[in-house]
């Protein structure tokens, strides 16, 4: 008698049948399986709209299997409030780097925020530029070594790397606010699950949401990937702490 096979794990429907071509070791794959995991689980891949402006974001419009449009550089919320207001039933998220998110577009992530954006955010923090060759980013940590930053970020001249979870949560327009990382199974479990309460967040028409993802850049941090894999967790996770900035309930919980 043929036993029967249950099936237990497979590619998202999020996600078309193609292979990932991000540098070994880059964590947006990770980062973009679990949205797009998410999106199945909350049976929205019809009305699921995506956002990215320019970086390794780009990307995304090749493996996603839902709508997804692009936005000048950092201008990505401008984008996906428009998109959101013409259609309030979608469900618009931005998927955005630090290099885009937290440089060009810093004001455009703290005013859509601030008037609670029913809208939100992916942020993959690397903490470095990756795509356009590893220059110096806001979030770059002091010391750290960049194409730009030769011999090492210099707080007296370029000032502290920016926090952007524990900013954002100050504002009253902000309902879920979160930092995860994926450099672990339990930190993806976590990352995950911080995806699945912002998109609830926005579904349940609460107001703006963010998840800030800590990456690996193991190509422009000239690292291998489980050297970068480390460094992440030694270095970057100390200054940017993993938890819950922000719920609808208030800060912190």
Same mark, same amino acid.
């Given at each position: 008698m043929e036993e029967k096979i249950e099936k237990i794990f497979a590619r998202p429907?999020?996600?078309?049948?193609?292979?990932?071509?991000?540098?070994?070791?880059?964590?947006?794959? !990770?980062?973009?399986?679990?949205?797009?995991?998410?999106?199945?689980?909350?049976?929205?891949?019809?009305?699921?709209? +995506?956002?990215?402006?320019?970086?390794?974001?780009?990307?995304?419009?090749e493996?996603?299997?839902?709508?997804?449009?692009?936005?000048?550089?950092?201008r990505a919320p401008a984008v996906a409030t428009g998109v959101k207001r013409v259609h309030p039933d979608a469900v618009v998220?931005?998927?955005?780097?630090?290099?885009?998110?937290?440089?060009?577009?810093?004001?455009?992530?703290?005013?859509?925020?601030?008037?609670?954006?029913?809208?939100?955010?992916?942020?993959?923090?690397?903490? !470095?530029?990756?795509?356009t060759g590893g220059q110096m980013a806001p979030t770059t940590l002091v010391g750290q070594v960049t194409t730009t930053?030769?011999?090492?970020?210099?707080?007296e001249t370029a000032g502290h790397p920016v926090k952007v979870a524990e900013m954002l949560a100050t504002l009253d327009g902000a309902k879920f606010i979160?930092?995860? +990382?994926?450099?672990?199974?339990?930190?993806?479990?976590?990352?995950?699950?911080a995806i699945k309460k912002a998109f609830e967040v926005?579904?349940?028409?609460?107001g703006f949401s963010l998840v800030e993802l800590l990456s690996t850049c193991p190509t422009n941090w000239g690292m291998s990937p489980i050297e970068a894999s480390k460094w992440l967790q030694d270095k970057m996770i100390p200054y940017y702490p993993l938890g819950i900035y922000k719920t609808?309930?208030?800060?912190?919980k």
């Open positions: 429907h999020g996600l078309k049948d193609l292979p990932f071509h991000y540098c070994p070791g880059c964590h947006h794959g !990770i980062i973009q399986r679990l949205v797009a995991e998410v999106i199945d689980e909350l049976g929205v891949h019809a009305k699921a709209i +995506a956002v990215a402006p320019v970086g390794c974001s780009v990307l995304l419009y493996y996603f299997s839902f709508d997804a449009c692009g936005a000048a550089h950092g998220f931005t998927y955005q780097g630090d290099g885009d998110l937290a440089a060009i577009g810093c004001a455009e992530i703290i005013h859509a925020a601030a008037r609670g954006e029913k809208i939100t955010t992916i942020y993959v923090n690397n903490a !470095i530029y990756g795509m930053s030769p011999y090492g970020r210099n707080a979160a930092r995860a +990382a994926v450099n672990t199974p339990a930190n993806m479990t976590k990352a995950k699950l926005q579904l349940n028409g609460e609808v309930n208030g800060v912190g």
